[in-house]
């Protein structure tokens, strides 16, 4: 799948070529070939294509903007995700700041400012952005689950598990749980948990190709090859097993 995604992204990205060599004025294209390199996590040549979109966004008609999510704080969102990619902080950090002059939502803000330092190993400062994001909304699952990892990096293991759990009990579908609770059983060298993490988290992606901020099926199928092998996969009645846990 990921080699046949990848495909068709270069196949786009030849088509948008062959389409701004005709017509350097349709500006809208460089958002669209921006995303296609981003696509397949080649943010190097992705920023350049979101630098000139946002350069020239005057040219691009309001209208399009709009239809094709080639405006502003598009471009500038995903440039900042693609400098988050190559561990470049500030300028991503730069970018959602003047995504968050344009657009004032301050949870969307600091929830892209959260992973920018979450994946740089700052955890106490994204402790807190989170505290600041839960406060506003408890019923948040990403931020609860990647919460609960910094906290296992800051020590907090049982805290971090304690975390997961309750938001799996009331959210059985919370795909992204399963998969952080993963990871910190893996890191833990727990090694059969994680497994039952991971493969749980498979039977909630299966048919759903939707990626939640990088995690998707391949991803986690991906850990499982790599971490999980030898380990079958064991199907549960997750709202069953967490309540026989007395969790």
């Known amino acids: 799948n990921d080699v046949r995604s990848q495909t068709n992204s270069m196949k786009v990205i030849n088509r948008i070529n062959e389409l701004i060599t005709l017509d350097t004025t349709r500006v809208v294209m460089y958002g669209f070939r921006g995303m296609a390199f981003a696509m ?3 943010y190097k040549d992705a920023i350049p294509d979101f630098s000139k979109a946002l350069q020239r ?20 969102t995903l440039r900042s995700q693609c400098y988050r990619e190559l561990e470049q902080v500030s300028l991503a950090v730069h970018d959602l700041e003047r995504v968050y002059g344009l657009d004032s939502v301050k949870n969307k803000f600091n929830r892209l400012l959260a992973l920018i330092y979450m994946n740089n190993g700052k955890y106490n400062e994204v402790v807190k952005i989170y505290e600041s994001i839960l406060a506003d909304d408890s019923t948040n699952r990403q931020a609860i689950s990647n919460y609960a990892y910094c906290l296992y990096r800051l020590g ?9 759990n309750e938001s799996i009990l009331k959210a059985p579908d919370d795909f992204h749980a399963y998969v952080v609770k993963g990871d910190i059983w893996y890191e833990s060298k727990e090694i059969d948990e994680a497994c039952k993490e991971y493969h749980k988290c498979i039977e909630l992606l299966i048919g759903n190709n939707k990626a939640y901020f990088f ?12 971490r999980c092998k030898g380990i079958p996969s064991r199907p549960t009645d997750i709202k069953k097993e967490y309540k026989n846990k007395g969790i």
């Open 156 to 164: 907090n293991q049982d805290s971090a598990i304690y975390l997961l």
């Open 57 to 76: 966004m005057p040219e691009i008609p309001l209208a399009d903007r709009k239809e094709f999510a080639v405006d502003s704080i598009t471009m500038l």
């Open 215 to 226: 995690v998707s099926k391949s991803q986690v199928e991906d850990k499982i090859k790599e």
């Open 40 to 42: 397949i996590k080649n």
